[in-house]
T-cell receptor, first 111, second 115 residues
Framework: QKEVEQNSGPLSVPEGAIASLNCTYS??????FFWYRQYSGKSPELIMS????GDKEDGRFTAQLNKASQYVSLLIRDSQPSDSATYLC???????????FGAGTTVTVRA | DADVTQTPRNRITKTGKRIMLECSQT?????MYWYRQDPGLGLRLIYY???????NKGEISDGYSVSRQAQAKFSLSLESAIPNQTALYFC??????????????FGPGTRLTVL
């Protein structure tokens, strides 16, 4: 079992719609959770971090964490063509703060 | 100026050559990391350093070595490059903030091709 698993994608959504990205993790002791956005050929860019159960909103992005279900999600509201990218879920282990990354989900927003 | 820089940005080399990738940061972070990224495999940790005197192997350290020359500099070496080390390499830095979140920030990457 992979430590961090994401929807394989690709995910295609129309402009203005909500894009929903899912991520599950295997280490029940994980403490911190991150979403990175990576444009093709570029480096990952941190867009959201969350460490408590519930929702965290930042602009058009909402991260949702459910530690009991070992599940973290990212919602992108009012999707724009500029949101077209690969989104990486990352999880920090409880004892050493190293990040484990999922393989990423590629999102395409259709104009 | 970029907070995290990597040199070179692109490199083509031959099997058996020694290669060094360099990373510098102006963020003042203590923690530095080297990752490689391959299509479909996500980012995998090669080595990490939590301070100048601390070096640790990641999940795929075989064939690589590192040097932490200063708080701001962390170099990755491929002692004898082989074709399956062809990948995109990223340096990252972090600092454990007040919230306890170890947010990592990435450099622009080095695209390495081993022929």
């Amino acid at each position: 079992q992979k430590e961090v698993e994401q929807n394989s994608g690709p995910l295609s959504v129309p402009e203005g719609a909500i894009a929903s990205l899912n991520c599950t993790y295997s280490d029940r002791g994980s403490q911190s959770f991150f979403w990175y956005r990576q444009y093709s050929g570029k480096s990952p860019e941190l867009i959201m971090s969350i460490y408590s159960n519930g929702d965290k909103e930042d602009g058009r992005f909402t991260a949702q964490l459910n530690k009991a279900s070992q599940y973290v999600s990212l919602l992108i509201r009012d999707s724009q063509p500029s949101d077209s990218a690969t989104y990486l879920c990352a999880v920090s282990r409880s004892n050493d703060y190293k990040l484990s990354f999922g393989a990423g989900t590629t999102v395409t927003v259709r104009a | 100026d970029a907070d995290v820089t990597q040199t070179p940005r692109n490199r083509i080399t031959k099997t058996g050559k020694r290669i060094m990738l360099e990373c510098s940061q102006t963020k003042g972070h203590d923690r530095m990391y080297w990752y490689r990224q391959d299509p479909g495999l996500g980012l995998r940790l090669i080595y990490y350093s939590f301070d100048v005197k601390d070096i640790n192997k990641g999940e795929i350290s075989d064939g690589y070595s590192v040097s932490r020359q200063a708080q701001a500099k962390f170099s990755l070496s491929l002692e004898s490059a082989i074709p399956n080390q062809t990948a995109l390499y990223f340096c990252a830095t972090s600092d454990l903030g007040l919230a306890g979140l170890d947010e990592q920030f990435f450099g622009p990457g080095t695209r390495l091709t081993v022929l």
